[in-house]
């Protein structure tokens, strides 16, 4: 086969798979937004597209996104505005309506998605009867980054096993479905205009009443911050209750998918401690001459 046929053949291939677009919402995230998008720009298979929709920022996210536009033309950054309402759920919905791609990526502004993040993506939806797919995360702030993300794989599969594979939870910072799946539960899934949800849960609880295949891909990983861990203990609990919350507004009673509470609750305070020792590490000049 001479090389004229093999690139041929690449390019054939790289035709026949799905159209991949990248949704962040964004609200306020000067600090992250920039390593976000350059995660998403270098990839081994190119996002069809890359979409930040600003939700009435008061910082510079909006203006960074525009830098980033003109300092990396050839890739596809579109910067979109949700300014009729505040909150995670009208700007997630903003943004997968006005995505294009076969495939919906959804991730957090925070998140560092790994350079084969796409090429994962579109692995994930070779089987056809997967609608939707997520996989694990590594917390690229916190120390022994990928003893973290075996712990993070680990636990998501106990999860599977602890729903007797009834529910498969997708996770915001780390999550593709397709269009046609999200054009079937878009009109469906909760507004939660008091803000008490986890809306990747409900986006998945939606999915489920139409059984909707969701997949998890081991392979399919992305970097998030840990500054959750910031929260106060009275800010944390009501994050990590928004499960319950969730579960009732859905009329989920199964006693094993509270699994995912016990296990924040039990890992704040280590962890917590933990993600400051190293902030205090990191922030310290390195030493010359053994002084």
Not at 118 to 144: I, K
Not at 177 to 191: M, V
Not at 261 to 271: G, K, N, R
Request: charged share 25%; glycine share 4%; proline share 5%.
């Amino acid at each position: 086969m001479s090389a004229d046929q093999s690139s041929e053949d690449a390019l054939n291939d790289a035709a026949d798979q799905p159209r991949v677009s990248i949704v962040i919402p964004a609200y306020n995230e000067e600090s992250v937004i920039r390593q976000c998008l350059i995660a998403a720009i270098y990839q081994s298979v190119p996002a069809h597209e890359i979409i930040v929709v600003d939700n009435l920022s008061k910082d510079r996210t909006a203006d960074i996104v525009r830098q980033m536009q003109l300092e990396y033309p050839e890739s596809p950054i579109i910067l979109l505005s949700q300014d009729k309402e505040q909150g995670l759920i009208p700007t997630r919905n903003f943004g997968l309506d006005n995505a294009t791609g076969d495939i919906l990526g959804r991730i957090d502004a925070d998140s560092v998605v790994e350079p084969d993040w796409v090429e994962q993506v579109q692995r994930a939806f070779d089987d056809p009867s997967v609608q939707a797919a997520t996989g694990p995360v590594v917390y690229y702030d916190m120390p022994m980054r990928r003893f973290g993300l075996k712990a993070d794989d680990k636990m998501r599969q106990l999860m599977l096993k602890l729903a007797k594979h009834q529910y498969h939870f997708l996770f915001g910072s780390n999550m593709a479905l397709r269009s046609s799946a999200w054009q079937i539960i878009r009109s469906e899934t909760c507004r939660d205009e008091k803000d008490e949800m986890h809306e990747d849960i409900d986006l998945s609880l939606h999915l489920a009443d139409h059984e909707l295949k969701i997949n998890y891909c081991p392979q399919m990983v992305s970097g998030m911050s840990a500054r959750r861990l910031e929260d106060s203990p009275r800010d944390y609990r009501y994050y990590v209750t928004r499960f319950d919350r969730t579960y009732k507004a859905h009329n989920v009673k199964k006693m094993a998918l509270k699994a995912p509470m016990v296990v924040f609750f039990s890992v704040y305070f280590p962890a917590k401690l933990l993600r400051a020792i190293h902030t205090v590490n990191t922030a310290q000049p390195a030493r010359r001459g053994g002084q």
